[in-house]
């Protein structure tokens, strides 16, 4: 079932507001998909998925290769699953480095999770601008 990015249901939001690990599918540079466990939060207001990481790991490595090809940003997934319900946000990726995005999503996951994260001086934010959601919350 399709969900309106910005204005998902109720019971869709709540999906995303509950405390489940996710998937994040990104493209490797050969075009197959590297699928990894992950937090993730969903800001439909301003309809943004994000995933905190470390500067180095592949998926953020994956990200940064898309955005210096031609296509300028990495096309994603990320999921989530319980029972009967999923949830999958799909759009494009970016890898941001500024403090204070890293901060928000820092601290939008300490919201969703219930933990902050150590501190990580390494720490970047994978931001993903929503063009599609799905599943059935």
Not at 15 to 33: A, I, Q, S, Y
Not at 37 to 47: R, S
Not at 108 to 133: C, M, Q
Request: include cysteine; hydrophobic fraction near 40%.
């Amino acid at each position: 079932m399709s969900h309106d990015v910005l204005h998902p249901t109720p019971e869709y939001l709540a999906f995303w507001r509950e405390r489940h690990v996710c998937t994040l599918t990104t493209p490797r540079p050969d075009g197959t998909p590297h699928v990894v466990p992950v937090g993730v939060t969903y800001d439909p207001g301003a309809g943004l998925a994000r995933v905190i990481s470390n500067r180095h790991s592949k998926k953020v490595r994956n990200v940064l290769a898309a955005q210096a090809s031609a296509a300028g940003a990495a096309r994603v997934a990320v999921c989530q699953m319980e029972g009967r319900r999923w949830a999958t946000l799909e759009g494009r990726a970016v890898v941001r480095t500024e403090a204070e995005a890293v901060a928000e999503a820092v601290a939008r996951y300490a919201e969703r999770y219930g933990r902050t994260p150590s501190p990580n001086p390494d720490r970047v934010v994978i931001e993903i601008a929503l063009d599609r959601a799905m599943g059935r919350a």
